[in-house]
Every structure is written in C-alpha cells, then in structure tokens.
C-alpha cells in the first residue's frame, strides 16, 4: 500500500525539530552540526535573527495578492539585484527548476523574435543538475533523471564535460541558440569550471552569437565567496539560474537576465501565482542586505581558506576513506575511496550533516555564518566518522 507521502525520497531516520545557526536538534534531543545547509539553502544558517524579523514583520502585514497588482518588496527586490549584478531585469519565481524552465523559455523566445525559432538548440554538459521539471530533466540529460519520463523535451545537446572539441563543435551548428552551464557543478560532484574556461566559453559565445545561461542555483549567493561565482571569472552571462540561497530557507527563485536576451519576455509570456510573492521577497531582500556585504564575503573567503585547509588534512589522515578536495568557497566536495553515502551514515553516528553527489564525492556545504570553531568541530566529526569506518573495514 502506497504512503500517504509519496516515496520519491530515501530519507534518512532523523526528524528535526528547531535549527539554532548551524546547529539541528533532534526530536530526541541530539544536536547536530549541520554542514549541509538543506543543500546549500540556509545561507544565513537556521533560524538567523534577521530573516525571522523580517519573514514574521511581513506576515503580519500581507502574505500574497498575486502578480495582478504591484508587489513593493518584489521591486524592492529586482532593484537591488539589478544594481549587484550584470542584469537589466529579473523575474521572480519559487524554486531552481522553476528558474530553470523560463531560462529555457527566454532562449527559445529570443530566437524566435529574431525570426529564427529552429536556433534555440541549448548546450548542456554532463553530470549538469538544473532540477526535476520537464526542461530540467532534459537539459541535464542523465539517465538517472530521464529514465521513464518520456517524451523529453527536444533540443538539448548534451557534451561531454570538459570536451572542448565537442564544444566546439556543438557552438559551429547554427542551430544552437544557447549553452547552459552550472560555473561549479553541485550535484555532478562539485566540479568547478576553471576561470579560463569559463572566460572562454564566454568569448566563444559572443563569436558565434549564442546565448551564455549560468545556473547559480548551488554555487551563487554568497557560496563561493563572491556573490555569484562567474564574478570570479570576470565575465557575465546572458541569463542566470538563481534559487537556494537566495531565500536563506524560504522558498524562492529568481532569473537574471539582460534587456537584449529578455527583451521579447512581454506581457502575456510567463507568469506564476506565488512567484515573487511579498514574503519570499521581504526575506531575500534581508539575505543580500548580509550576504551582499563585501565583509561578509570576505569572512566566507577567510573560513573556506581554513576549512580547505583541515579538510587537506583529513585526506592525508584518512587516504583509505578520502582521496581529494574540490571545489570553490564553502561549497567544497571530499572525493571518497568509499561509498559517499557510508560517509554520511557513519556521518550520523557522529551527530554531522553532509550531502552525497555524483562522482564520489562528499558535500561540504555549510551556513555561510558558521564559526571558525564549529568548522574546525565538523572536521573532528568526520575524522571520528572516517575513523569508524576504516574500523569496520578492518574488522
């Protein structure tokens, strides 16, 4: 018989009942240190003061009227984001996969206000994650997630990744309108594209007139220690993905874009009922009010220095449980010579979060609040979880 819930989730046994920072207390009592941030959502980590203020100020004056009428604190909002970053406009959607769907839209829009609606063909790379929705499944294109969806969305040219030759050739077809890439990829197994590359990539798509989309779903907000991670490269996209932590914990997504690549997004083209809705906006204008602060992100560079540098450590401690560190900022991945989900079981044991992703890799994906003394605490709890394992190996 089917669960009242459906069991699309491998849930682990543990229910939270109150998040203190970076902290989760059990029903049982247990507290654990949480590096895992709801998969790099609580950016400001769990129950922060501020978003509290701000999340109950509002619900006390206006939770939803819809996207019929003005919405203040969604202007209030775009404004901001428009002055941070490389965009000309923003629409304001609940989640990733949502972003996801209208960026796919824009590309496909754009081409066809150019009079050419076959040259909306998208790149994507493997072990790319954009979400669960039709157009997200496509894009990434893996087996994992399309495996009895069809029919699948056309369009999508899946690349290898890091294959410049087939990226080369996937930017010669003049039917491709865009290419869509994560700057450091999440789920795929926190796989950075190197500056250079993306610098390229950038380059290569001006030369040939297609679109540059980013996903910053994972990696933007903060995580890697500038508020986006393509600032790192020096560049700017046509589009961007943005979600996670742009809510600290509430739900809501955004898409970035330029006035050229937006431009024929009119009246009429897109819409969502609780997108941009004024609590969600009132909690993300007081996340950038932190998380913009250019000391703020130079407290995040700070510990991801040093939480790199004990993580080096726990791989030499441990070279029969971990093999490498990768990744930017605080969203870094332990590359396992073990199953990654036994890290995280072995995880638990020892009352510390972490997340699983492709590639056997280990997430680090912290608050972007936590202290230098909880960072240094979570090593010593993966050191006694790599410690158990390599006990039972033994054994």
């Known amino acids: 018989m089917i669960p009242s819930l459906l069991p699309t989730y491998n849930r682990a046994p543990l229910a939270f009942e109150r998040g203190e920072g970076s902290w989760l207390v059990e029903r049982d009592g247990r507290r654990f240190l949480d590096l895992a941030a709801g998969i790099a959502v609580n ?6 003061p501020a978003l509290v203020a701000a999340l109950t100020e509002q619900a006390g004056r206006l939770w939803h009227t ?30 990733g996969t949502e972003s996801c769907e209208l960026a796919v839209k824009m590309v496909g829009r754009y081409w066809h206000a150019k009079g050419d609606p076959e040259g909306g063909k998208i790149a994507t790379f493997e072990g790319s994650f954009h979400g669960r929705s039709s157009a997200a499944i496509a894009a990434a294109g893996s ?4 495996a009895g969806f069809a029919p699948l969305l056309p369009g999508f040219v899946h690349l290898p990744w890091g294959d410049h030759d087939a990226l080369e050739a996937a930017l010669a077809d ?23 590359c993306l ?29 986006f991670a393509h600032e790192w490269a020096g560049i700017a996209p046509d589009i961007m993905m943005v979600a ?12 970035l874009a330029t006035e050229a690549a937006a431009a024929p997004m009119t009246a009429g083209s897109h819409g969502s009922t609780y997108g941009g809705n004024p609590l969600g906006c009132a909690v993300g204008l007081a996340v950038l009010e932190h998380v913009a602060d250019p000391a703020f992100l ?5 510990k991801a220095a040093a939480l790199r540098q004990r993580l ?81 190996a033994a054994a």
């Open 174 to 196: 003049p039917e491709l309108g865009a290419v869509l890439v994560e700057p450091v990829q999440g789920e795929g197994g926190i796989r950075p594209l190197p500056d250079v």
């Open 244 to 255: 996670k932590g742009i809510g600290g914990g509430f739900p809501l997504g955004a898409v």
């Open 143 to 146: 087996e994992k997630l399309t």
């Open 199 to 227: 610098k390229g990539l950038r380059a290569a798509c001006d030369e040939k007139g297609v679109l540059l989309v980013l996903d910053e779903v994972q990696c933007g907000v903060g995580r890697t220690g500038r508020l």
């Open 298 to 302: 130079d407290a995040v560079r700070r």
């Open 66 to 95: 819809s996207n019929l009428y003005e919405v203040p604190q969604q202007r209030a909002l775009a404004d901001r984001l428009v002055e941070l970053t490389f965009a000309d406009t923003v629409f304001f959607t609940n989640s």
């Open 312 to 392: 080096e450590g726990l791989v030499a401690a441990h070279p029969e449980v971990f093999e490498s560190v990768r990744g930017s900022g605080l969203m870094l991945g332990l590359r396992c010579r073990v199953a990654p989900a036994d890290v995280v079981q072995a995880g638990y044991a020892e009352d510390v979060l972490t997340v699983p992703a492709a590639d056997n890799v280990l997430r680090i994906l912290p608050a972007l609040t936590i202290s230098a003394e909880e960072l240094a605490e979570g090593v010593a709890r993966l050191d006694r979880a790599a410690a158990r394992i390599a006990a039972t």
């Open 43 to 48: 950016a400001l980590g769990h129950a922060p």
